[in-house]
T-cell receptor, first 111, second 118 residues
Framework: EAQVTQNPRYLITVTGKKLTVTCSQN?????MSWYRQDPGLGLRQIYYSMNVEVTDKGDVPEGYKVSRKEKRNFPLILESPSPNQTSLYFC??????????FGPGTRLTVT | AQKITQTQPGMFVQEKEAVTLDCTYDTSDQSYGLFWYKQPSSGEMIFLIYQGSYDEQNATEGRYSLNFQKARKSANLVISASQLGDSAMYFC???????????????FGTGTRLLVSP
């Protein structure tokens, strides 16, 4: 089954404790992206990647890191999480940028 | 500057009626793509429909159609024959660039909450 998976689905952590949210797709897609969703703001792009080792900033990259060492994986790293990073996070992938397949979301709470 | 504007925070429609969700966009690119996504209360993002800037025909997918008016920079979603299961948040989004020029950021609007009543 074609899908984008994210782990964990829910995470509660404390300020400053490094964490990684994994994202994996099994569709051999070139393009992958991370978004955060906050009430009243819609989805905002954090980072995106057009291919292995090619990443670029979206609209809200501050406080986040990504890497794309393999085509299928695109982890999101929060080196020192802060409460303002409490949000719902989505990973997405697409072949050439038309239909984007979204993962199920990761709800992160930073206390 | 906001690139995607959805001016309707909420919309109500009766079952079996048609509803139009508004979306206007702003870009100086010649090549871009417009998307609509549905987010039910369960939280997942469901792709509904896509319109490329060079597509001459309005996109349609089942009960969904995209009313693309390039000169007015609008890309409204029309849902025909609404169903109770259509109650959800709907997001309009734009991708600038193309496979040839390199994809740019994907930008979302703030969404419209649609409630379908029996």
């Amino acid at each position: 089954e074609a899908q984008v998976t994210q782990n964990p689905r829910y995470l509660i952590t404390v300020t400053g404790k490094k964490l990684t949210v994994t994202c994996s797709q099994n569709m051999n897609h070139e393009y992958m992206s991370w978004y955060r969703q906050d009430p009243g703001l819609g989805l905002r792009q954090i980072y995106y990647s057009m291919n292995v080792e090619v990443t670029d900033k979206g609209d809200v990259p501050e406080g986040y890191k990504v890497s794309r060492k393999e085509k299928r994986n695109f982890p999101l790293i929060l080196e020192s999480p802060s409460p303002n990073q409490t949000s719902l996070y989505f990973c997405a992938s697409s072949l050439w940028g038309e239909e984007q397949y979204f993962g199920p979301g990761t709800r992160l709470t930073v206390t | 500057a906001q690139k995607i504007t959805q001016t309707q925070p909420g919309m109500f429609v009766q079952e079996k009626e048609a509803v139009t969700l508004d979306c206007t966009y702003d870009t100086s690119d010649q090549s871009y793509g417009l998307f609509w996504y549905k987010q039910p209360s369960s939280g997942e993002m469901i792709f509904l429909i896509y319109q490329g800037s060079y597509d001459e025909q309005n996109a349609t997918e089942g009960r969904y159609s995209l009313n693309f008016q390039k000169a007015r920079k609008s890309a409204n979603l029309v849902i025909s024959a609404s169903q109770l299961g259509d109650s959800a948040m709907y997001f309009c989004a734009m991708r600038e660039g193309s496979m040839n020029t390199g994809f740019q950021k994907l930008v979302f609007g703030t969404g419209t909450r649609l409630l379908v009543s029996p």
